[in-house]
């Protein structure tokens, strides 16, 4: 790594942890004092409000972090005339901007790597805290489809991984031929393992002489094999977030089961491939800036870059919140427009720059 790579990257961090924390206290800040009053008198829990509520925020906060850490950088590096220094040494464009292009890569990377973790639900747990739901997490009359069965949980523990009043209806040819009754459910080794089972069974032929139920009780049964009690308590849950493994886990299951998925796959889409909407919106941010400051406005810079950002990120999540909603189809609302402002951007780059500078 050579000496001005080194100089770069250690101007573009420190302003990148400066932005960081200062956006991370505002959006922290303006929520505790907004909801103060309806948060809990423990300051256990307050203090988990505030750590959620910080790891929460950190996902709409460091992708905005890279690139006003980028527009201040190069504000700071105009106005001190280094990008003219760094010209007159022979470094070109593209070993300027390129060494921080792959900091901010690696660190949006770092981020996915988050929402594979518990840490993709502090959204849910500050709000539980908020409601005074924290130690409790139930959800009522849940019903759900899986290859032959139908079935109705009247309570879903998530955390206890147990289910109450269970029904489950077997349907062969849109006719009930099966039906399972019980108190209890437990999810252990990757299965729901029903406890004390009363199983009614309808004659496949029926005549009115000749036909009866047959009725039997079982100890134990299992059903529902990698259906974990998260997955379930979220895909029923219309604002609910999920991790990156729990959304892949849902999404293969209930593809099996021919379940509209479009909410799971807007998350995923949205989680993985929209926080990397940055790296072409920092490249057209340099395209428009100057080597020399003396024809050169710093303040508008300044403006349209933030102002650029903020509309471009809103966009997105806008999009988000329309492929969530079931709108659009999410290939259509999130990947075709990155992948046309990838293609835009680049194109723009090209005719104010070029491609070797």
Not at 28 to 35: A, I, P, S, T
Not at 137 to 166: G, H, R, T, V
């Amino acid at each position: 790594m050579s000496i001005l790579t080194k100089y770069i990257l250690k101007k573009y961090l420190l302003h990148f942890f400066i932005v960081l924390i200062s956006l991370e206290l505002f959006f922290v800040g303006m929520d505790f004092l907004q909801n103060s009053k309806n948060l809990p008198d423990s300051a256990n829990l307050q203090f988990l409000y505030l750590m959620y509520n910080t790891l929460f925020s950190l996902f709409l906060t460091l992708p905005l972090s890279l690139v006003f850490a980028w527009v201040v950088t190069l504000v700071i590096f105009i106005r001190n005339n280094e990008l003219v220094a760094f010209s007159s040494l022979g470094a070109k464009r593209l070993k300027i901007y390129i060494p921080v292009i792959l900091s901010a890569f690696s660190l949006i990377l770092m981020q996915i790597m988050l929402q594979m973790t518990p840490v993709a639900y502090s959204y849910e747990q500050k709000n539980k805290i908020l409601d005074g739901n924290y130690f409790s997490s139930m959800k009522s009359d849940i019903f759900l489809k899986y290859n032959d069965n139908f079935i109705y949980f009247e309570n879903l523990y998530p955390l206890k991984k147990e289910a109450q009043n269970i029904h489950i209806y077997k349907v062969v040819d849109d006719d009930i031929v099966e039906t399972i009754i019980a108190k209890k459910a437990i999810f252990q080794n990757d299965k729901w393992y029903i406890i004390d089972a009363k199983i009614v069974k309808k004659p496949k032929d029926l005549d009115f002489q000749t036909s009866k139920l047959e009725v039997r009780y079982e100890k134990f049964l299992n059903t529902l094999e990698g259906f974990k009690p998260k997955i379930l308590d979220n895909v029923y849950e219309s604002k609910s977030n999920f991790s990156i493994l729990d959304a892949i886990s849902a999404l293969t299951l209930l593809s099996e089961q021919g379940v509209n998925t479009d909410k799971i796959r807007a998350a995923i889409y949205y989680e993985t491939f929209i926080p990397f909407f940055i790296i072409p919106l920092m490249m057209m941010i340099f395209a428009f800036s100057s080597l020399n400051r003396r024809f050169f406005n710093l303040g508008t810079f300044t403006s349209f870059s933030v102002f650029g950002t903020l509309v471009i990120w809103g966009i997105f999540f806008m999009l988000h919140k329309f492929s969530n909603s079931g709108v659009i189809k999410p290939e259509f609302s999130l990947l075709v427009p990155l992948l046309l402002w990838f293609v835009i951007s680049f194109i723009i780059y090209k005719k104010r720059v070029g491609i070797d500078a």
